[in-house]
């Protein structure tokens, strides 16, 4: 008897699993599910469109993807198409790697106003995801403030200082590169609510603000560490190493080129302020505590502006009858189990933290479990789930149709561009009605 195994998500908490599953479960069969036409997750619509190296992990996956035991079944909604309930009365497994796809609100007022924005949503708008293509962020602004000093705060920030030429490069959405090459934006802040030792991005990341084509980074030097303070934290991380690279910066004057990018510490939002448009954001200046978080020192500033991104983090769906942590807002388990026959893995599992590699062992860990469960054989497992999807006229797209999406997406990319991503899925369905 042979172990079937549904798992919820194709990026990479899903594939990772995927690829632990055929390994240590023998003959194993294993369904990977995604409600759009597209695998990958985060690696298609979350890595910034400027960091294809990072992106070629899709390449392992797709030795997963066409593994004999393994098949991807795109354009599949769980909750609409097929309930959890459904997947376990026929999977001996279900695994939810679903991700963490919604923003954390900063909890101020005014960041309801038009022109401000959640990470999550604007990288899904730039990156071509089909739920946000119709986001339209007016970019139409001289000034933009980026809220957060994690990666994500840094991929948004890069992204808009870019000019038209490098953005035509990436596979942004065509519709963005358009609005990013056409935002007459020539300051853009990025807010720090702690210090620099403190900040959650990497030097990598950091490094590239020097390599800009027509922006130039901004640090007051300042409020750097001194060098003693930095030794004692190198042994933490990327934060010593950020330094340097923020050292580099704090030498710029400002006139070197026509976008400026400042990278502030130590500022938290407070308000943000507007009609019905945001015209500036409210700043109260903080300070750090021993305990390291920080604290508002009653001193404010506003800085004018028409957009705002909000990049503080993201937390992932409540599904129904899986068992929720309301705070951390993710699945409650242990080592990636839920319970027995139901699993976690990915952001879904631990939060949106880490590289894309970090969903590596949180894969190997669901595996471990599920090599565990003597196999039901009252369960139908992919045949099961096939009669369900047939019967509710479900149009499934499979990985080799994937791959014909993914080849017209190819061949209509330009300047340089390794794709031009559709950005309904009524586009890609229609490639594969032409045959
Ligand atoms: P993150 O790394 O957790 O950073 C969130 C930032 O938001 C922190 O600086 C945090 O400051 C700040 N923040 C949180 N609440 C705030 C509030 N109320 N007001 C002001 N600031 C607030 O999250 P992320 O940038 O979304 O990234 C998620 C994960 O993906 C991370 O592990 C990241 O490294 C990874 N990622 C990696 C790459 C890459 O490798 N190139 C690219 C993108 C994302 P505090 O520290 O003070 O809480």
Same mark, same amino acid.
């Given at each position: ?82 309930? $959890? /309930? %459904?997947?376990? &009365?026929?999977?001996? =497994? #279900?695994? +939810?790697?679903? !991700? ?105 990341? $950091? /490094? %590239?603000?020097? &390599?800009?084509?027509? =922006? #130039?980074? +901004?640090?007051? !030097? ?214």
């Amino acid at each position: 008897m042979v172990a079937s195994i549904a798992i919820v998500g194709s990026g990479p908490g899903g594939f990772y699993a995927a690829a632990a599953l055929v390994k240590q479960v023998p003959d194993c069969r294993v369904d990977v599910i995604d409600r759009l036409p597209t695998p990958y997750g985060l690696i298609r619509a979350g890595i910034a469109p400027d960091h294809q190296s990072s992106k070629k992990i899709a390449k392992t996956f797709e030795r997963t993807a066409t593994h004999e035991n393994v098949r991807f079944l795109g354009h599949v909604e769980v909750g609409k198409d097929v309930s $959890i /309930s %459904e997947l376990r &009365e026929h999977y001996d =497994a #279900v695994v +939810l790697a679903t !991700g963490a796809p919604e923003d954390w609100t900063l909890g101020i007022p005014g960041e309801d106003l038009t022109g401000v924005f959640g990470s999550a949503e604007f990288v899904a708008w730039y990156n071509a995801h089909p739920d946000k293509n119709d986001l339209a962020p007016d970019l139409g602004t001289h000034a933009a403030v980026v809220i957060g000093a994690g990666n994500v705060a840094l991929d948004v920030a890069r992204l808009l200082a870019k000019t038209e030429t490098e953005v035509r490069a990436t596979d942004m959405a065509h519709y963005a590169a358009d609005a990013i090459s056409e935002a007459p934006i020539n300051d853009i802040y990025i807010f720090a609510r702690r210090g620099p030792l403190q900040a959650a991005f990497t030097h990598k990341e $950091i /490094s %590239e603000f020097g &390599e800009l084509e027509n =922006a #130039v980074t +901004l640090v007051d !030097g300042s409020i750097l560490p001194s060098e003693d303070e930095q030794l004692i934290e190198k042994g933490r991380g990327s934060q010593g190493k950020n330094i340097k690279f923020l050292r580099e910066y704090a030498k710029n004057k400002g006139d070197e080129k026509p976008v400026r990018i400042h990278m502030r510490f130590y500022a938290r939002p407070v308000e943000v302020q507007g009609d019905d448009f945001v015209k500036s954001i409210r700043m109260e200046r903080t300070e750090l505590k021993e305990d390291g978080s920080c604290v508002g020192i009653g001193e404010f500033f506003d800085v004018p502006c028409n957009l705002v991104v909000s990049c503080i983090g993201t937390w992932g769906n409540k599904i129904e009858d899986v068992p929720y942590d309301e705070k951390r807002r993710l699945f409650v388990n242990s080592e990636g189990e839920i319970e027995p026959g139901l699993y976690a893995s990915g952001w879904a599992k631990r939060g949106p933290t880490g590289t894309v590699a970090t969903n590596h062992p949180d894969g190997v860990a669901v595996a471990k479990h599920i090599a565990e469960l003597t196999p039901d054989p009252a369960k139908a497992g992919p045949t099961g789930l096939d009669g369900l999807l047939a019967e509710r006229g479900v149009r499934v797209v499979s990985f080799e149709d994937w791959k014909k999406i993914e080849a017209a997406e190819e061949e209509s990319a330009s300047h340089g561009a390794p794709r031009r991503k559709f950005t309904e899925i009524e586009e890609m369905l229609a490639v594969l009605d032409k045959g």
